[in-house]
């Protein structure tokens, strides 16, 4: 665990005490190319369900669209958690958005005056008075495969956390914890409610779909009632709907599932 700063000492203990079966063993490292590279490859060996690995600093970390996701050693939550979860393969795209969902609860307990919304399909942001969305944190969902089988599912997260200050070109779409919560946000914490919120939801969503957390997750949704665009065009986002889709009133009045791809707000 050296190289692994002490606020994060408690993780496990934390973890321990909600009773769940994610973050068990948590694998504390200093430094890695990207967590979602050693959840893959513990898949392939065979780690158990529940498994994760959290950074300090990942020399290649990785998001959506091929881009990079780089965060200070030390300042925020890099890491990736492997589940071996039952499920139609149709159901995979749910699995970020429950991300989403228990990252955005996790985010708002430990900033309770933050408006914290989930932009479809896999962005936490926190609202300014202004009304605009900034990014706080990112989810990257990749799978192991065995022949065409789904054999584990990676759920890599990234949460700006203690980060104030950011590069030039994200300081008008980022934010932090740190940022819109009055109080200094707690890592172990924060990881510990995000793992627990994952572990009571995914299971029941790949099993039954969207149904049991529709609800939160549409009281969540930044998008909702908000114009949208993307490389299909542009339109009224209206919300998600059961299939995980982003419904968007197009210029005919049509109500369109979206299912992919970059949405920018108008
Ligand atoms: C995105 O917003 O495009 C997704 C960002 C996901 C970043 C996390 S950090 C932990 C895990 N390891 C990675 O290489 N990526 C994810």
Redesign the pocket.
């Known amino acids: 665990m050296s190289g692994v700063l002490p606020d994060l000492a408690s993780a496990q203990e934390a973890i321990a005490a909600r009773g769940g079966d994610l973050g068990r063993p948590l694998y504390l490292l200093s430094e890695t190319s990207?967590?979602?590279d050693e959840a893959k490859r513990a898949a392939r060996l065979g780690a158990p369900h529940g498994s994760t690995w959290l950074a300090e600093l990942?020399t290649a970390?990785?998001?959506?669209q091929g881009?990079a996701?780089d965060s200070p050693r030390g300042e925020n939550l890099?890491?990736?958690v492997l589940l071996r979860c039952q499920g139609p393969s149709e159901r995979l795209p749910l699995v970020s958005l429950v991300a989403g969902l228990a990252v955005a609860e996790a985010v708002e307990r430990a900033a309770p005056s933050a408006v914290v919304r989930i932009k479809w399909p896999?962005?936490v942001v926190a609202v300014t008075s202004a009304g605009r969305p900034k990014k706080l944190a990112?989810?990257?969902v990749e799978t192991s495969m065995t022949g065409d089988d789904v054999d584990a599912i990676v759920v890599?997260?990234?949460i700006n956390v203690h980060t104030r200050t950011f590069p030039d070109d994200l300081a008008e779409i980022a934010t932090s914890v740190a940022c819109v919560s009055d109080a200094p946000p707690d890592r172990a914490r924060i990881l510990a409610d995000v793992l627990e919120r994952l572990d009571r939801d995914v299971a029941v969503v790949l099993a039954m779909g969207l149904g049991p957390v529709h609800g939160r997750l549409t009281k969540r949704d930044a998008l909702r009632g908000r114009r949208v665009r993307s490389e299909r065009g542009e339109g009224l986002a209206c919300g998600i709907d059961l299939e995980g889709h982003l419904v968007v009133e197009e210029a005919t009045g049509a109500r369109v599932p979206w299912n992919a791809g970059e949405v920018h707000l108008v």
């Not at 970390?61 to 959506?64: H, K, L, V």
């Open positions: 990207s967590t979602n990942q970390g990785r998001g959506r881009r996701w890099l890491f990736s896999n962005d990112g989810i990257l890599g997260i990234g």
